[in-house]
């Protein structure tokens, strides 16, 4: 199951490709498979444990970010409660970084599962079911009674087209509709990953799927497609590949396959990318072939804090690469980091002054957290670079709340207000009103605009009990 989000820049509610990989992958042999998604669905905690009580699981597994965590804890220790012999593992981007930790952390669950889950959760099923040892099951951590501590790392999945095609028919797929990309909320978007891992080493990432990057086949992407078209009912396609440009010439046979398969006439597709991975060819294949949006982490205007984040770029890029998209009638989204260990007031004002001149359609800006497993984090505990770490409480590790960690010149008070200045700077500006209530869902900007405010008059992300209400 998928938990509860409290961070207030989750606007994009999208059913989870790796959730739907793994089940596809676990189904033939274990076909009593079902998939909960308590914060699309917006359950509260009641609702979720019912939901689970009903179905009377064998074994309850969380896909986990950070700012989840605790909740999923909460979950586990419930569906424990009164002695019942539930299993429950706990496994995604927070579990993979810092497994042991996790376990030690919440004794609810019994196995962490580190990495991609499709062959180590069929796995470890197994091992539940006949009742042997999981301990020697690659990515599976777990911490015995006595304290034993288990668990070895397993290789990544080197060949994609061996998995099953990811199984949407476990999900309640009209739940989703409420991301600001979607071009209508009647569209129902899927999402499809067409590679895994990322060559690039920035401070701030998380780097689940490893450095390698690991390539589908296109005729395996292309079939999924199709089959999501066809039996989903899919009008738009989220690539949710970490840098989906990563391999240009994959990406643009892929864009030439959708074009003459006909794809490109059924639906529209949206993806993520770095700003020096894009060139004009390449942008204007993609829009031939149905996309009308993509997302860059620009991270920073300035060269001086990219070569701080390790992030191996220019900051031109993210003006090349705008006015490209803009050229070729893309809509386009940059990501902007605040608060780097360097950072001072004025460095964070030049920032957003460069993204004002940048001018993407819609523009985040983040401050940075340092999730488990990150130099960043390793950095923030040590002290070092003059950060310091706020709090291990992870329901505050969310990229709008900023309760995380400080900068030497910069606490936490005087992030938050600098990230609320950008915010204004940048959205009220008359053009960019308009630009954004002519593209966006009307109903989305008022929901996003509406929880921010709320965080910011003090309705803490921390309190309990419901789904998007209290993210
Ligand atoms: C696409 C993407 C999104 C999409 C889709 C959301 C999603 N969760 O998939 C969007 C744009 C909506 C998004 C939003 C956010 N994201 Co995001 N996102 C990604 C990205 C780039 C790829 C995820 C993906 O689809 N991977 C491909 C699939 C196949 O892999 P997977 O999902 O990881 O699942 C595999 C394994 O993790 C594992 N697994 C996962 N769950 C489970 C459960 C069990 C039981 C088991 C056994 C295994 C297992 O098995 C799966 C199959 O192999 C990752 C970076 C990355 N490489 O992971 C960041 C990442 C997951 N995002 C991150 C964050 C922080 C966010 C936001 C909170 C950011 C924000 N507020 O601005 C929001 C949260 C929104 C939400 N409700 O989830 C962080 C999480 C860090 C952390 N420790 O919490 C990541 C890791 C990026 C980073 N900073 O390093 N994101
Ligand atoms: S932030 Fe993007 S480019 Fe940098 S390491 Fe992570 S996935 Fe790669």
Avoid at 45 to 54: G, M, N, P, S, V
Avoid at 135 to 141: C, P
Avoid at 310 to 337: D, S, V
Avoid at 382 to 396: I, P
Wanted: charged fraction near 25%.
């Amino acid at each position: 199951m998928s938990l509860l989000n409290r961070d207030s820049a989750a606007t994009q509610v999208v059913p989870l490709v790796g959730l739907a990989s793994i089940i596809a992958n676990i189904k033939p042999e274990f076909p009593e498979t079902a998939f909960i998604d308590a914060f699309a669905e917006k359950l509260s905690f009641k609702q979720t444990l019912k939901r689970i009580e009903d179905f009377k699981p064998d074994v309850l597994a969380f896909s986990c970010l950070t700012i989840q965590i605790n909740d999923a804890a909460e979950v586990a220790e419930a569906a424990k409660a009164g002695g019942n012999p539930i299993v429950t593992v706990v496994g995604g981007p927070h579990a993979s970084r810092v497994p042991m930790d996790t376990l030690a952390e919440f004794p609810a669950f019994d196995y962490a599962v580190a990495g991609e889950g499709e062959l180590t959760m069929a796995e470890l099923l197994h091992c539940v079911a006949d009742g042997s040892p999981a301990s020697g099951v690659k990515g599976v951590y777990s911490i015995s009674p006595d304290g034993v501590r288990a668990g070895e790392p397993r290789p990544f999945i080197d060949d994609l087209d061996s998995l099953s095609l990811p199984d949407w028919s476990a999900f309640n797929l009209d739940a989703y509709c409420a991301s600001f990309r979607l071009k209508s909320q009647r569209i129902r978007e899927l999402c499809v990953s067409i590679n895994r891992g990322c060559p690039f080493n920035c401070i701030f990432c998380s780097k689940i799927m490893g450095n390698k990057v690991r390539k589908r086949s296109i005729p395996g992407v292309i079939d999924e497609i199709q089959r999501d078209i066809r039996d989903f009912g899919a009008g738009q396609i989220l690539f949710t590949d970490e840098t989906f440009t990563v391999d240009r010439e994959g990406v643009a046979a892929l864009c030439e396959a959708m074009i003459s398969s006909g794809i490109s006439e059924k639906i529209s597709w949206t993806a993520d990318t770095r700003p020096d991975m894009v060139d004009d060819e390449l942008v204007a294949l993609m829009k031939r072939s149905g996309c009308f949006f993509l997302c860059f982490g620009a991270d920073s205007t300035d060269d001086d804090a990219l070569k701080i984040m390790k992030k191996n770029a220019r900051a031109a890029n993210i003006y090349t690469a705008i006015r490209m998209c803009k050229a070729h009638g893309l809509q386009t989204q940059a990501a902007y980091i605040l608060g780097l260990p360097t950072d001072t007031a004025q460095s964070v004002r030049k920032n957003v002054s460069g993204a004002l001149k940048v001018n993407s359609d819609f523009a985040t800006f983040s401050i940075l957290v340092p999730y488990p497993g990150t130099k960043v984090m390793e950095m923030a505990e040590s002290g070092n670079e003059g950060l310091t770490l706020l709090t291990k409480d992870w329901r505050l590790y969310g990229k709008q709340l900023g309760y995380a960690m400080e900068t030497a010149t910069l606490d936490r008070r005087k992030l938050e207000k600098l990230q609320r200045n950008a915010y204004f700077r940048y959205y009220l500006r008359p053009a960019k009103i308009r630009n954004v209530f002519r593209i966006a869902d009307v109903k989305m900007v008022f929901f996003y605009f509406v929880s921010h405010m709320l965080k910011r008059l003090g309705v803490k992300p921390g309190a309990r009990g419901s789904g998007p209400a209290a993210q």
